[in-house]
């Protein structure tokens, strides 16, 4: 039984995604080692439903999960509004500062595609599309802006 348990730790933690970050700072550094740019993902998790939908139907797929590590770092930018799902100050902090930069218009979700340097390569939205389709569009958005070397 222990060895179960242990298997399906195992197994959960690689499924999760070493691109896919909450702290900027960490996102940073994997993009810069892997030279690659940073997705921020502005969401409300606990009470944006098309949030919600894009982190179960796109960010969580399958397909997406193996596409993207190569791709860039993923900075998942939460603003959840029930006390239960309270982040820490420093990432409250952080996050709204992040807002305040990439995300005037408080919309949500909110994809901003940066460069390691933070300037806005472009913008990505979600529309209820499948994963393929939103990898076509990330592929479409990073051959646009010369990203790759």
Same mark, same amino acid.
């Given at each position: 039984?222990?060895?179960?348990?242990?298997?399906?730790?195992?197994?959960?933690?690689?499924?999760?995604?070493? #691109?896919?970050?909450?702290? *900027? =700072? +960490?996102?940073?550094? /994997?993009?810069?080692?892997?030279?690659?740019?940073?997705? $921020?993902? &502005?969401?409300?998790?606990?009470?944006?439903?098309?949030?919600?939908?894009?982190? #179960?139907?796109?960010?969580? *797929? =399958? +397909?997406?999960?193996? /596409?993207?590590?190569?791709?860039?770092?993923?900075?998942? $930018?939460? &603003?959840?509004?029930?006390?239960?799902?309270?982040?820490?100050?420093?990432?409250?902090?952080?996050?709204?500062?992040?807002? +305040?930069?990439?995300?005037?218009?408080?919309?949500?979700?909110?994809?901003?595609?940066?460069?390691?340097?933070?300037?806005?390569?472009?913008?990505?939205?979600?529309?209820?599309?499948?994963?393929?389709?939103?990898?076509? +569009?990330?592929?479409?958005?990073?051959?646009?802006?010369?990203?790759?070397?």
């Amino acid at each position: 039984m222990i060895l179960s348990l242990l298997v399906l730790f195992t197994v959960n933690m690689q499924s999760q995604s070493t #691109a896919w970050f909450s702290n *900027s =700072s +960490e996102a940073k550094a /994997y993009a810069q080692k892997n030279n690659v740019p940073i997705l $921020l993902v &502005f969401a409300g998790s606990d009470w944006c439903k098309p949030c919600m939908m894009l982190k #179960a139907e796109i960010l969580h *797929s =399958s +397909e997406f999960e193996q /596409y993207y590590p190569s791709q860039f770092a993923l900075l998942y $930018l939460d &603003f959840p509004m029930q006390s239960k799902n309270k982040l820490s100050p420093e990432l409250t902090k952080q996050n709204e500062l992040l807002a +305040e930069k990439y995300n005037k218009s408080g919309f949500f979700p909110n994809l901003v595609l940066i460069d390691i340097q933070g300037k806005v390569m472009g913008t990505l939205t979600y529309k209820h599309q499948t994963p393929k389709a939103f990898i076509d +569009e990330c592929e479409s958005l990073i051959a646009k802006t010369n990203i790759r070397k």
